[in-house]
């Protein structure tokens, strides 16, 4: 019995140290910055909207993954007079890796989003500039019912401290303003 506890304890050990190495690793050798044109260009090509991210990018590996983004600023689309939709003055995001890797499942933890500064507004013509707009033909993806694979997304919540919103509708000759969110 006591061969069995050492055995179970330097496995677990083993597990812990490298664990820890790996953590360390990823520090060392992982920039972040450098994907952060494809992380815009991503959203963009997505969006159609223009991500721009104005502070750095940081790595956190314990308790959980995740990443830290200092200011950043997500545009209106094509034509309209204010160039900015959206202000976050810091955002971070957890993630948890191993239902990702063993499941294809992508948990989040708690996104906590500082200084929002959310500009919605509604033209006189109906359009308004939080409509991402529909999907086309061109992103359906044509695959079999046999291999569909249905896609998990688990967000445990999402947190705004000092928020701002701003509503402005040109029908109706309204705005609305609402400060100090939490």
């Given at each position: 019995?006591?061969?069995?506890?050492?055995?179970?304890?330097i496995a677990?050990?083993?597990?812990?140290?490298?664990?820890?190495?790996?953590?360390f690793?990823?520090?060392?050798?992982?920039?972040?910055n450098?994907?952060?044109?494809?992380i815009?260009?991503?959203?963009?090509?997505q969006?159609?909207?223009?991500?721009?991210?104005?502070?750095?990018?940081?790595l956190?590996?314990?308790?959980c993954?995740?990443v830290?983004?200092?200011?950043l600023?997500l545009g209106?689309?094509?034509?309209?007079q204010?160039?900015k939709?959206?202000?976050?003055?810091?955002?971070?995001?957890d993630?948890?890796v191993?239902?990702?890797?063993l499941?294809?499942?992508?948990?989040?933890?708690?996104?906590?989003?500082?200084?929002?500064?959310?500009?919605?507004?509604?033209r006189?013509d109906?359009?308004?500039?939080?409509?991402?707009?529909?999907?086309?033909?061109?992103?359906?993806?044509?695959?079999?019912?046999?291999e569909?694979?249905?896609?998990?997304?688990?967000?445990?919540?999402i947190?705004?401290?000092?928020?701002?919103?701003?509503?402005?509708?040109?029908?109706?000759?309204?705005?609305i303003?609402?400060?100090n969110?939490?």
């Amino acid at each position: 019995m006591k061969i069995l506890i050492k055995w179970l304890a330097i496995a677990v050990g083993t597990v812990v140290v490298l664990s820890l190495a790996l953590s360390f690793a990823v520090l060392l050798l992982v920039d972040p910055n450098d994907y952060r044109d494809e992380i815009a260009a991503a959203v963009e090509e997505q969006t159609g909207r223009k991500l721009t991210i104005d502070g750095e990018l940081d790595l956190d590996v314990f308790p959980c993954c995740g990443v830290s983004l200092g200011p950043l600023a997500l545009g209106n689309p094509a034509g309209w007079q204010q160039e900015k939709f959206a202000e976050i003055g810091r955002a971070e995001v957890d993630v948890q890796v191993l239902p990702l890797l063993l499941d294809q499942e992508l948990r989040v933890g708690e996104i906590r989003l500082d200084g929002l500064d959310l500009r919605l507004v509604q033209r006189a013509d109906g359009s308004t500039n939080w409509d991402f707009g529909a999907a086309t033909d061109e992103d359906d993806i044509d695959i079999s019912d046999d291999e569909a694979v249905e896609p998990s997304l688990d967000i445990a919540g999402i947190s705004v401290t000092n928020g701002k919103l701003v509503y402005n509708d040109n029908i109706a000759g309204d705005e609305i303003r609402l400060t100090n969110i939490n």
